[in-house]
């Protein structure tokens, strides 16, 4: 009898992490993430690049999307069998939505305000979704291949 054995798919993994609206929040946030995605074996470039997409968006969330006393979450999943890394950040600020790179005009000389073009580099896709009741969701995509096969 000839039988192949059925192929056998990690489970996608997520992870999720409320964190306060402050700088301290948003350094957290990126140190959380560092953690996460070395235990999942993402390999090191995706980190990398992973890394800098949660500075920036716990950065905004903690700046832009602020509400007194109103946390900001961060959200992680990776599914090995198809590649894909998806950083989410919800933040209180629905109403206070993310202009896109292209429609931004910051000033050679502003110490900020290039978030959003840094993301847009790092990312295969990035966009902003209602969270209702009057929040948002900013997410951001990374293909990648897998675990590292040199962690093993």
Request: aromatic share 6%.
């Amino acid at each position: 009898m000839n039988a192949t054995a059925p192929q056998v798919f990690p489970a996608a993994r997520t992870f999720a992490q409320l964190l306060s609206s402050t700088r301290r929040g948003a350094r957290l946030a990126r140190l959380l993430a560092v953690g996460q995605l070395r235990s999942w074996e993402v390999s090191p470039g995706v980190t990398e690049q992973a890394e800098q997409i949660v500075a920036e968006l716990a950065a905004n969330a903690a700046l832009h999307g602020r509400v007194h006393s109103r946390d900001f979450r961060l959200g992680l999943s990776f599914d090995p069998a198809t590649g894909l890394l998806r950083i989410t950040v919800t933040d209180a600020r629905g109403e206070c939505l993310p202009a896109p790179p292209a429609e931004c005009e910051t000033p050679l000389d502003a110490e900020s305000g290039r978030g959003l073009l840094l993301v847009a580099a790092l990312a295969d896709r990035w966009g902003v979704e209602p969270y209702p009741p009057g929040g948002k969701t900013v997410w951001a995509d990374c293909d990648c291949e897998g675990p590292d096969p040199s962690a093993s």
